[in-house]
């Protein structure tokens, strides 16, 4: 009988990360043509709408989705093929029905949702998100049965499909409105009704796919099933799904808190007026969505690491499982360590390219990247740790984690938002100390709960050292060029150095193993490039 084939951990996330970068970049050719056309009041709106469907959406499938392919997983590495279509089966009609109410909620809520954010001008736009919440929620049933089953293709190709269309039919549909209507707002609800279609193409997309797929998985070898009823599966799916949906509720629902904290404070404390306050929301938004890049190599990760090590764990292979969660750590620190430093040397020239037709945004935006930028290896740190915990059974860490960091975060948006002299920084400094209270908290239960896992210290010592030199050397080139360059050009040379230099010294300070880039793509190649022997061990290791 034939024999599914799986893709490796490493590959899943490989997979997924292309995809994923590829979606932030269109991303990007979204979100910043409209930056630079629009006003940052009409962007407040943006991003406001946004902020209310990541709340709902991380309500609604941020665990289910996760459950789903950890239940999946657990069950195709075992065998019980007929089984997992079955986990899938019933979370389909649960996402269906969550997905529905989530759309309805989101519409008919849309002027009393903006009203309590202190907009009352993002009504329109949360109402034309709607519904994606639908569509979003049916996807993700879809992707969480993919994703168990260590195929990553779907979830990528999907992606990839709601990126590109929401770029051509969002920015189409604002670009009409500006020149039908002249209206900035009415702009940005265009843009957004171009990422309900987006959702609805790639939802489209998984349907096909996941038919084909059934007619394909009839000579499928089966173990048979355990026995487990629908309404016990269900039952799983909810148990640990609602831990996971808190935790992940927190980073959604606190940059939602934060924006509601952020509106009050600046007209209440302040006494800034609304337009003034939408103004300041909007430079922040911008800062929050360079902020959100690195995420487009982390996340993929976390996603593909926690069916994989469900699935060691199920098997009882440890030895698999604690090579699952070291590489894991590793590959997010290699990641996460450069992309703080060089986001926050370069938050300037970044934002000067990215905002080129608003330079007094761009230079509003830099100072708030640039101290955002120090909690990027924090944050990154958090999708690891959170899909680890998740994966060996403690899903409610995450949780009381994320809340410790919550209240931190408002309490001190709170505070430092109404002093004048800080102002919106506050949203900044706050989000920076909640996100690191929270990976220490993850750390310290991370060493009891994988007593098998290398020392965190020792893995990011070499990988700082690296970022450092790196730091160094592409900043010293960069003002270098600025003596005979624009400063927008001066930049491009400067991170294709940055990254060679990264490179360089992370094999130099042997940061990397051999097994690290012989798992990836076109690996055996890379380890020619880069001269790693097969004996080649990192420095933390060695120490032991």
């Known amino acids: 009988m034939p024999k599914e084939k799986k893709q490796s951990f490493i590959k899943g996330a490989v997979i997924l990360t292309a995809s994923t970068l590829l979606v932030k970049v269109l991303g990007l050719l979204f979100s910043f043509p409209l930056a630079n056309l629009i006003s940052t009041e009409s962007m407040s709106y943006f991003y406001n709408a946004y902020d209310i469907f990541g709340m709902f959406l991380m309500l609604s499938t941020a665990g289910l989705p996760v459950a789903v392919s950890r239940m999946v997983g657990a069950t195709y590495s075992q065998g019980r093929r007929k089984e997992a279509d079955r986990v899938f089966g019933v979370a389909f009609w649960l996402f269906f029905g969550i997905g529905v109410v989530g759309c309805l909620v989101m519409f008919f809520g849309s002027h009393a949702i903006a009203a309590w954010m202190g907009s009352p001008g993002s009504a329109y736009a949360i109402m034309a998100l709607s519904p994606t919440m639908f569509f979003i929620s049916v996807m993700s049933a879809l992707r969480g049965y993919f994703q168990g089953r260590s195929n990553m293709t779907p979830t990528a190709v999907s992606q990839t499909i709601e990126a590109v269309t929401k770029v051509v039919i969002g920015v189409g549909l604002a670009v009409y409105i500006l020149r039908q209507y002249n209206s900035d707002a009415w702009a940005?609800?265009?843009?957004?009704?171009?990422?309900?279609?987006?959702?609805?193409?790639?939802?489209?997309?998984?349907?096909?796919y996941k038919l084909r797929q059934r007619s394909r998985d009839k000579d499928l070898p089966d173990t048979g099933a355990s026995g487990e009823t629908r309404a016990s599966m269900l039952k799983s799916l909810v148990l640990f799904a609602v831990p996971i949906t808190l935790g992940s509720c927190f980073l959604s629902l606190l940059d939602t808190v934060d924006t509601v904290v952020l509106m009050n404070r600046l007209q209440g404390a302040l006494g800034y007026s609304q337009e003034l306050a939408d103004d300041l929301r909007g430079i922040l938004g911008h800062a929050r969505k360079f902020f959100d890049l690195p995420g487009a190599f982390v996340v993929p990760i976390s996603t593909s690491l926690l069916p994989a090590l469900a699935g060691a764990i199920a098997s009882k292979n440890s030895r698999e499982a604690d090579h699952i969660a070291n590489t894991?750590?590793?590959?997010?620190l290699m990641i996460s360590i450069p992309a703080t430093v060089g986001m926050f040397l370069f938050s300037d020239p970044i934002c000067r390219v990215l905002l080129f037709n608003q330079p007094e945004t761009a230079a509003r935006t830099a100072p708030l990247l640039a101290v955002l930028s120090?909690?990027?290896?924090?944050?990154?740190t958090l999708f690891t740790t959170n899909a680890i915990l998740q994966a060996v059974g403690?899903?409610?860490?995450?949780?009381?984690?994320?809340?410790i960091g919550g209240v931190v975060k408002v309490a001190l948006s709170y505070v430092l938002i109404g002093i004048p002299e800080i102002n919106v920084m506050g949203s900044a400094l706050s989000t920076v100390a909640s996100y690191g209270?929270?990976?220490?908290?993850?750390?310290?239960?991370?060493?009891?709960?994988?007593p098998n896992l290398e020392s965190f210290f020792l893995m990011s010592a070499p990988l700082l050292l690296s970022a450092a030199v790196m730091g160094a050397g592409a900043y010293g080139l960069y003002r270098g060029l600025c003596l005979w360059l624009d400063p927008k050009l001066a930049l491009f040379p400067s991170i294709i150095a940055a990254v060679l230099l990264y490179m360089m010294?992370?094999?130099?300070?042997r940061a990397v193993t051999y097994d690290d880039v012989a798992a990836l793509p076109k690996g055996e190649k890379l380890i020619k490039l880069l001269h790693i022997r097969?004996?080649?061990?990192?420095?933390?290791?060695k120490r032991k």
């Open 188 to 208: 940005a609800v265009g843009a957004i009704v171009g990422v309900s279609i987006s959702a609805g193409l790639g939802t489209l997309y998984l349907t096909v």
């Open 534 to 541: 097969q004996k080649y061990e990192p420095l933390h290791l």
């Open 505 to 509: 010294c992370a094999v130099l300070f």
């Open 437 to 450: 209270i929270i990976m220490i908290l993850n750390l310290i239960v991370m060493r009891r709960s994988v």
């Open 394 to 403: 403690r899903p409610t860490i995450p949780v009381v984690n994320m809340a």
């Open 328 to 332: 894991s750590m590793r590959v997010t």
């Open 374 to 380: 120090i909690a990027i290896v924090f944050n990154s």
